[in-house]
């Protein structure tokens, strides 16, 4: 994004094959897809379905963006540090109102 460069290519064909539903002279109604270019994050195959106590099985049938969302979610929490440790604040869980105060 700093480099202001363009992102859009070829959907990649580990996404969906472009070519079965694209047909520009087609009406949009019979058309499956609307566009043969995109932009596509690269790496998000290399997610860690382990990690997050996911079946390979399940881990593929989720949407790109929702991995993407575990991944940056659980980098924030690590990133945060135990709640103990900020502001001597107490233990958080099923009881516990230390975040209400």
């Known amino acids: 994004m700093l480099a202001a460069a363009d992102a859009s290519a070829v959907v ?19 058309m499956t897809a609307h566009v043969r270019t995109a932009a596509f ?5 290399d997610f860690d ?5 996911l079946s ?4 593929g049938a989720m949407d790109p963006q929702q991995r993407l969302l ?12 135990p709640l103990a440790a900020r502001d001597g ?3 958080a869980g099923p009881g516990s109102h230390a975040l209400l105060t």
């Open 12 to 30: 990649p064909l580990d996404r969906w094959d472009v070519d079965t539903g694209y047909a520009p002279t087609t009406s949009p109604a019979r």
């Open 41 to 45: 994050m690269p790496g998000v195959a």
């Open 49 to 53: 379905a382990g990690a997050f106590r």
């Open 56 to 59: 390979a099985p399940e881990a």
């Open 70 to 81: 575990l991944e940056v979610a659980a980098g924030a929490l690590a990133d945060a540090g």
């Open 89 to 91: 604040a107490g233990a």
